[in-house]
Every structure is written in C-alpha cells, then in structure tokens.
C-alpha cells in the first residue's frame, strides 16, 4: 500500500483505539468505506493477493477494537464477496473452455484443476480481468447502500408486530428500536415504558425521543422492571452484536429485562441489522464486554469509601438465545434457530479468523 492508504488505515486504528468511532453502524460504514479504498487502489491480479490484503486490513481493526464485532462482520462479509465473484468467474471460464472445446480432461484443464488434487492449491492463483475489480467494488458499495437502508427496511415491519393499546417496554436508546417504534405510532396508539438505564441514563434520552413523535412515554427506574413487567405485552431490545448462537451483546440492564419477561412469558423482540450478525461464538462471554469509567456508579467524592471498594461499570449485558423469540432483520423475521442460515449465506466458513 502506498503511505496515503497506510494513513487511512492508521487513521481508523487510531479511531477505533480511542473509542473516538463508536457504534456498530458508525464503524460498519467506516470499514466499508476504507476498504473500497484499499481493493480499488492497490496492485493484485490473484484471489490470493486480495484476501491476503484484506485480511491484513481487517487485522489491525480488529485488534484496535476487539468488541467492536461489526467490523469483524464487514470483513467477512467482503472476504465472502471476493470469493463468490472469484468462483462466478472460475465457473464461466470452465463452462467457456469446455463449450469451446470440448477436449477431454488434461493436467491444464480448468475442470481437472477444480477436481484434481492441485485444484486447491491453485484456485486462488487464477489472474483476475478487470471487471471482476470492478464487480468486487460495486458488490461492496451495494453493501454500503443496504447498510444506509437497514432502519427503513426494518421499520416498515413494524405494524406487523405491534398492535392497538398494547404496552411496549425497551431499553437504552437504540435507534433501530427508536425509528421502528415510530414507525408504528403513525399508524397504532400505543404505550412505552423506557427503563431508565442508569448509570448511562440513555432511557432518559430515548423516552425524550419518542414522546416527541407523540408517543406515550413512561421512564421507570431499572429496578422496577420486573413489578410492572406483569402488564407488559411485548419487549423490544436493540443490540450491540448477535452472536452466532442467537445471544445478544446489547446494553447493560438487558438480561435483566430478558429474563423478566422470561418469568412472566413476555415475548422479547430484537430489532437488528443482519451487519451486526457475528459467526463468533461466546466461549467467554466477558470478551465481548466494556468496562466504563466507574465515576458515574461511585464519585471520587466519596473518599473514604472508594479506598475500600472495587466498583465494576460494566457497558454491555449478555442475553442468551433462550431469552429471545425473534429476530427482526431487515431481511424478516427470523427466530433464533435460524440464524446459522443467515451466517452461511452471509460468510464463508474459511474466513472466522483472519490467518494469513
């Protein structure tokens, strides 16, 4: 790479490192928008060479900002792109000679070299054309485009799922679940009740939101979720990340809110982008956590006390599959069985680390 694409990279390193870049939309986006880049101006004529190049971009991001597992996905996602346009070609060119020809099979035969043993070692050799270049960059900017589309696709489904007079509880402010949620009041009369979601206090900021669209809004202390969970119909949950087993990587109070509705038999919902869909599985479930700045629990003010504690302000919450019952994509709804479906269609098996 030549020093200004370099200084792209670091550029999002250092972004990321930082927390400067935020969010699983923000840094989706970002990766996208970098790795056009980076496909578009280096010099490769091999499958080999490209995902090698990618996989060395995607590297460095990840371990900027290892919680950060949307950029895990984009990377896949193009890794996965690269190989279908590869093999689309590869299977045009087989089809191309043996129409052609119609020679018997030889050591030089793309078909022998498909189903040979020396098939594997040369299938990512093959010289790319120009337009294949061209085919990989438009796949990605199509990639950009559902990414700008994914609330409105997602919230057009909200009528389905909420009804009249039902009362909808959330949690922090997730602005999937903020546009779904109005969405649904142009054409329903409804009530939210917004925990709070202390320390962060995000609640507050989300029930703002809504009784500004004219929403019904109540704000209820975390700690009151599971008394007033009996007179809920439906939770709805934004997430951070959803992992490969169907858990949640979402904010910090909802397992708690999860598991009320567990005990009372409340529907939980999840409102997410298939982007934020990791092929990862949790073996340790604190990897996929933050911890924050502890002020916001317990003030240096307190002096004496703080000597004599350890306070823990962890960001985000584990919520395991059991606690889910569907998934709205902006492809439909799915339940969480099914997202072992979604993960091959959307990564190749060969991409969950980023070995070179």
């Known amino acids: 790479m030549s020093l200004n694409k370099n200084e792209l990279v670091d550029d999002l390193v250092a972004k990321l490192k930082r927390r400067q870049l935020v969010g699983s939309s923000a840094v989706s986006q970002a990766t996208l928008k970098l790795l056009v880049v980076v496909i578009s101006k280096n010099n490769w004529s091999t ?35 690269i190989r279908e346009e590869y093999r689309e070609a590869e299977n045009d060119k087989t089809n191309a000679e043996f129409h052609h020809h119609a020679a018997p099979l030889t050591t030089s035969s793309s078909m022998y070299n498909l189903l040979g043993e020396s098939g594997a070692a040369q299938e990512e050799q093959v010289q790319f054309s120009h337009s294949l270049r061209s ?3 438009q796949e990605i900017r199509d990639i950009k485009i559902e990414l700008e589309n994914i609330h409105e696709n997602i919230k057009n489904q909200a009528p389905l799922h909420i009804h009249s007079n039902e009362i909808i509880m ?3 402010r997730s602005k999937t679940v903020e546009e779904f949620l109005k969405m649904a009041a142009s054409k329903r009369k409804f009530q939210v009740l917004v925990a709070e979601t202390a320390p962060s206090y995000q609640g507050q900021e989300m029930a703002l939101e809504l009784s500004k669209a004219g929403i019904e809004t109540t704000v209820i202390p975390d700690s009151a979720v599971f008394a007033v969970m009996s007179r809920v119909n439906k939770v709805i949950l934004g997430t951070h990340a959803v992992l490969a087993n169907g858990g949640l990587v979402a904010i910090s109070g909802s397992h708690m809110m999860a598991a009320a509705a567990k005990h009372h038999s409340i529907p939980v919902v999840v409102c997410t982008g298939l982007y934020k869909l990791s092929p990862l599985y949790p073996y340790d479930e604190d990897s996929f ?6 002020d916001s629990v317990l ?3 307190e002096g004496d006390l703080i000597e004599k504690v350890t306070v823990t302000n962890p960001y985000y919450d584990y919520v395991s599959p059991d606690f889910v019952n569907l998934f709205i994509t902006n492809q439909g709804g799915h339940p969480p ?3 072992y479906r979604l993960i091959v269609e959307n990564y190749d098996p060969d991409d969950q680390t980023f070995d070179l």
């Not at 060479?49 to 950060?68: C, D, H, M």
């Not at 956590?289 to 502890?294: D, G, K, L, Q």
């Open 299 to 301: 003030g240096f003010e």
């Open 289 to 294: 956590n933050v911890t924050m700045n502890p």
């Open 337 to 339: 069985s099914y997202l």
């Open 135 to 137: 085919n990989i960059i």
């Open 170 to 172: 959330t949690i922090g």
């Open 47 to 81: 499958a080999n060479q490209l995902l090698t190049l990618v996989k060395s971009v995607g590297q460095k991001l990840i371990q900027a900002n290892p919680t950060e597992l949307a950029v895990g996905n984009i990377i896949r996602r193009v890794l996965h792109v």
